[in-house]
């Protein structure tokens, strides 16, 4: 929000940001959420308490922090807090099972942990001691658990009944007792936040069975969301819904273009199409950010009354700046992923593509360098030829939490995507395809590996292979094909209920088949062919239609026109 044009430096720490934005915009509602309204200056105020706890409770630069909660004011106030106080916080997603919360907590190197006891049918508490052994019988702020290492604190909305947690308010309060951290001290504290700082973890599933810890630092938070805003046409007038987490890249981005436009966050009390429309309602939300669900919410919205013709995202058509409906093939099909901080190749929504570029993802982002390599060699390929995307510079991330730079970027910096691509000579990218393994779904990544070791952990799967099938309403559906074990007698609702506590409900398969040994596709050499497996699953499932089965159709290649790419990958 800064003024270019007076010669005065934009901002490039998230406490720069969040001054820049309040000064512009005190008065503006900021956050709708929890039946509250809170204005620029409110949510600085409720920013700040939080900050100068985190102080006085020892907390400073790179204190890792782990939040646990819906979005809302707490997630909100806590990410903020922790961001202008240097601190590295980790938003934890409220869907993990036990497994993968005490994989997020450990490998997070979480010090201090803020959350909700409950939220929809998850008990957290219950999860947490469920995760961490010891946990139950331990005492607040001296917590000493083998499977947590490094965790002192733990404090919960509500801790009745929990020995181990305090109250939220408890931490609070120790913004306003004698000898806390007062206005300077978090002004001086801000000042030393460095654009360098690492600022936030955000876990999204990898190429192998444990989930990436991507990591981001102060600059890019500061300086990507205002970016991207234009892209997506956000205005300072938006009220914005984003439907995707804060525990997910995508629910990060549209949280923080909020603030960097000085527009109106709104989150409703549940992801439930009820509750999404009344919050509509009420609040006159102007822009809708669904994937998941987008059909169903629309045809909802529709039979309520609701004009969705003025809500983007929602039922707006998508026009170019003549007003003029833009053909979906003209659209930008923006391209990206959690360790480029979202969208790296993209067009703003209303610029109608070239019939030339139809598929198009479009030109770099906010000075992110890509090159196109063969996969094999590394080298370098011509203009218009497929290979691996990398990138480097931009917002891209620091890299992976504990990881050795070394391993995770080339020699001169640049990252492996393992996305197939081809750029053209006008700087026009175009998704082909994926090196590794990962699925993505309703705007989630799942590795395909990670649900593969969950299912060939029960002892009535001898053997499973996962693969990703097209959906016009997912993006991917994670699909798996099961040889049972011996003696054995699996169902696919058994299969999926033995999941549950091992995986989230995303990373589910929606859709099981049983084969044999001999069914698997296989090389010469004996590695799996996954497009084949793929091939296969799909021409051994019966559609399900009106609610009657029908016979399965012969299975097809799909052309690279046909995939659908969302701009945020991973």
């Known amino acids: 929000m800064a003024d270019h044009s007076t010669g005065v430096e934009p901002p490039s720490t998230f406490p720069e940001l969040l001054a820049t934005v309040v000064a512009a915009r005190g008065d503006h509602p900021a956050l709708i959420a929890d039946g509250e309204v809170l204005n620029y200056d409110e949510l600085d105020q409720r920013s700040a308490a939080t900050a100068r706890a985190l102080l006085a409770l020892g907390a400073g630069k790179g204190t890792r922090i782990a939040v646990l909660a819906p979005d809302g004011v707490m997630l909100l106030s806590t990410f903020y807090g922790a961001l202008r106080i240097g601190a590295l916080v980790t938003p934890v997603s409220t869907l993990a099972t036990p497994l993968e919360l ?234 990206g992923m959690s360790e480029s901080f979202a969208a790296h190749s993209a067009e703003p929504m209303d610029h109608r593509l070239p019939d030339s570029k139809a598929g198009a993802s479009g030109r770099a982002v906010n000075g992110i360098e890509r090159r196109v390599v063969d996969p094999e060699t590394g080298r370098e390929v011509e203009s218009g030829e497929v290979g691996e995307l990398q990138l480097r510079g931009g917002a891209l991330m620091t890299g992976f939490y504990k990881v050795d730079p070394r391993v995770v970027f080339t020699p001169d910096g640049f990252y492996p995507t393992n996305d197939l691509v081809r750029i053209d000579t006008d700087g026009y990218a175009y998704f082909v395809g994926r090196t590794g393994d990962m699925i993505k779904t309703a705007s989630a990544n799942v590795s395909r590996l990670e649900v593969e070791a969950a299912l060939n952990a029960l002892p009535e799967v001898e053997l499973s292979l996962v693969a990703g099938l097209q959906d016009a309403e997912l993006g991917e559906l994670v699909a798996a094909a099961v040889v049972p074990a011996a003696g054995t007698s699996l169902t696919e609702e058994s299969l999926r209920a033995a999941l549950q506590d091992r995986l989230s409900s995303f990373k589910i398969p929606r859709r099981i088949v049983f084969i044999t040994h001999d069914d698997v596709p296989r090389a010469p050499t004996g590695k799996v062919l996954l497009f084949e497996l793929a091939n296969l699953i799909s021409s051994r499932l019966a559609p399900v239609v009106d609610g009657h089965q029908e016979p399965p159709e012969p299975a097809r290649e799909t052309t690279i026109d046909e995939q659908k790419v969302t701009w945020q990958r991973r």
């Not at 181990?164 to 030393?192: F, I, K, M």
């Not at 549209?254 to 009420?282: K, N, R, W």
């Not at 909802?300 to 026009?319: C, F, Q, S, W, Y």
């Open 102 to 335: 005490a994989h997020i907590l450990r490998t997070s190197d979480a010090q201090l942990l803020i959350g909700c006891r409950r939220f929809l049918r998850h008990d957290f508490a219950a999860k947490l001691e469920q995760a961490l052994p010891g946990l139950s019988t331990a005492s607040p702020r001296s917590l000493r658990l083998t499977s947590a290492p490094y965790l002192r604190s733990t404090f919960l909305d509500d801790a009745d009944g929990v020995g181990w947690a305090e109250e939220h308010s408890t931490l609070l309060a120790l913004a306003d007792a004698p000898g806390a951290p007062d206005a300077a001290l978090l002004a001086a504290v801000e000042r030393e936040v460095s654009p360098s700082d690492d600022a936030f973890v955000v876990y999204t599933s990898g190429s192998t069975a444990a989930p990436k810890a991507v990591v981001h630092g102060q600059r890019s938070v500061a300086t990507q969301p205002g970016a991207l805003a234009p892209y997506f046409l956000r205005t300072a007038d938006d009220r914005t819904m984003p439907l995707l987490p804060m525990f997910w890249m995508g629910g990060i981005a549209f949280a923080l273009q909020s603030l960097a436009t000085g527009s109106t966050l709104v989150y409703p009390p549940s992801p439930g199409i009820d509750d999404v429309l009344d919050t509509i309602e009420q609040h006159e939300v102007t822009s809708v950010i669904v994937w998941h669900l987008g059909a169903k919410l629309r045809a909802a919205a529709i039979k309520r009354g609701i004009d969705i013709g003025r809500i983007r995202g929602l039922g707006a058509p998508v026009v170019d700046s003549a007003g003029e409906r833009i053909p979906r093939r003209l659209r930008p099909n923006l391209l």
